[in-house]
Structure formats: C-alpha cells, structure tokens
C-alpha cells in the first residue's frame, strides 16, 4: 500500500509518503506422513512456511529551484521491517522431547534510514 500527499509550485516540489506491506500467511506449516516408512508407524515430517512479516516506511522528498541553473533536491526516509512469529517445534515426533529455546520467536525488528541532498548547478553556459 502506498499513500502520500504533495505540493507542487513552480519554484518545486515536495512529498510525504507512507509505504507499507503487510503479509499475512495462514499456513504456519506443512506437515506429512513419511509414504517409506515400512515399519508402519507412520512417523511424521513437516516444513515452516514463510512467516507473517510487516514492512512500514516514512519519505519525504523534494526539489528547489534556487536559481535558473541551479536545484536543491533532497530525500529522506526511515523504515521499519518486523517479524515476530514463533518458532515451530523441533520435531513433530510425540517420542522426542524437543530441546529449550532461550526464545519462542525471532522478535525481529529493522530498522532503515536513508537521507541524500544534492546541489546540482550549471554557473557556465555549454560551449557551442
């Protein structure tokens, strides 16, 4: 999802957008039942699935014209990405005691900031 708002004039420009994407997966894991097993206990295998995640970013961007040849641009952004689903366990076999975990998730959080300003000029005509 994208939204953002802008003033335009003709000395320039500006921009504040918000970005954000959100996935949600209602399948947490794949499990199966091994089709090789002839002992006939059936024992079970399973996969993770991709995890439910967030992505959320702020951006403010622009340009000024200060003179005929010369532009003040500038850009500046801050974004989060999270993720904090738990952990499957480490067998589905009901005759193993899955070891400790120190945490049930990832809790995982990034951060990103971005900032550029550029000052691009043109003070002498092009030689012909």
């Known amino acids: 999802m994208k939204a953002s708002l802008g003033y335009l004039s003709d000395q320039g420009q500006l921009e504040f957008a918000y970005?954000?994407?959100f996935f949600y997966?209602?399948?947490d894991q794949?499990?199966?039942?091994?089709?090789f097993d002839t002992a006939g206990g059936r024992?079970?295998?399973?996969t993770a699935q991709a995890p439910d995640?967030?992505?959320?970013?702020l951006t403010l961007s622009?340009?000024?014209?200060?003179?005929g040849t010369t532009r003040l641009t500038h850009y500046a952004s801050v974004g989060a990405?999270?993720?904090d689903e738990n952990f499957q366990p480490d067998t589905v076999n009901p005759n193993l005691t899955p070891h400790s975990r120190p945490k049930n998730s990832l809790d995982g959080e990034i951060y990103l900031y971005n900032?550029?300003?550029a000052l691009p000029s043109r003070p002498m005509r092009a030689s012909t």
């Open 19 to 21: 970005q954000g994407s």
């Open 25 to 27: 997966n209602n399948l």
């Open 30 to 35: 794949l499990t199966w039942e091994n089709p």
């Open 43 to 46: 024992p079970l295998g399973s």
């Open 53 to 57: 995640n967030q992505f959320h970013q």
């Open 62 to 67: 622009g340009a000024h014209t200060l003179s």
């Open 81 to 83: 990405m999270l993720q």
């Open 115 to 117: 900032a550029l300003v």
